[in-house]
């Protein structure tokens, strides 16, 4: 599963180390942050030398967004691993 954050990788995919690091900093249970998860996107991509753009923010938004925000098909899915 750690494949993905190998740098050196040719196939490295940037934005899905990114949603990784971004949902790490998000859900850590240590940091006490009030804001809507996509505010809390913005704020983290803008403080940071990352693309700017509102397309990424969504994209990231929406596969950073925990289970228990997400509709009852992503439940199933994660009971049956199919969808």
Known sequence: IT???DKENENYPIELALAHQI???IYNPERKIYLSHTEQVKRFIKKRAI???ERLIQRIS???TPL???TDDWKSFKE???D
Request: charged letters at 15%.
């Open 80 to 82: 049956t691993g199919k």
């Open 23 to 25: 949902w790490n900093h």
């Open 51 to 53: 693309p700017q753009n």
């Open 68 to 70: 228990r925000l997400k």
């Open 3 to 5: 494949l993905f954050l």
């Open 62 to 64: 929406s596969i950073t």
